[in-house]
Nanobody
Framework: VQLQASGGGLVQPGGSLRLSCAAS????????MAWFRQAPGKEREIVAH????????YYADSVKGRFAISRDVAVNTVYLQMNSLKAEDTAIYYC????????????WGQGTLVTVSS
């Protein structure tokens, strides 16, 4: 399974970005896909996840109400719509997949940099 993340960039505070993560590979299957982020000097943290079959979502408190995760099962792609961006959202964002709920995330995208600055 390969995950290809895209959509990062430079945006002003209060702005929006949409990240995409396309999954490929003959053996792709997903229980849950997620977005993580890692800011300079900080540990990686989960931002949001979505259960592939049901669409059930989870958000970290820091992004609740501002970010929205969604998926398109027809093209094996997960999205992260980020609104009202703040400087503290600056980080490298990674998508990840786990094929079973009890498994760890075992496939990771290459990361896409989001910089929120005026």
């Amino acid at each position: 399974v390969q995950l290809q993340a895209s959509g990062g960039g430079l945006v002003q505070p209060g702005g929006s970005l949409r990240l995409s993560c396309a999954a490929s590979g003959r053996t792709f299957s997903s229980n849950t896909m997620a977005w993580f982020r890692q800011a300079p000097g900080k540990e990686r943290e989960i931002v949001a996840h979505i259960v592939w079959s049901s669409g059930t979502t989870y958000y970290a408190d820091s992004v609740k109400g501002r970010f929205a995760i969604s998926r398109d099962v027809a093209v094996n792609t997960v999205y992260l719509q980020m609104n009202s961006l703040k400087a503290e959202d600056t980080a490298i964002y990674y998508c990840a997949n786990k094929p079973r709920s009890s498994w760890p995330y075992n496939a990771w995208g290459q990361g896409t940099l989001v910089t929120v600055s005026s």
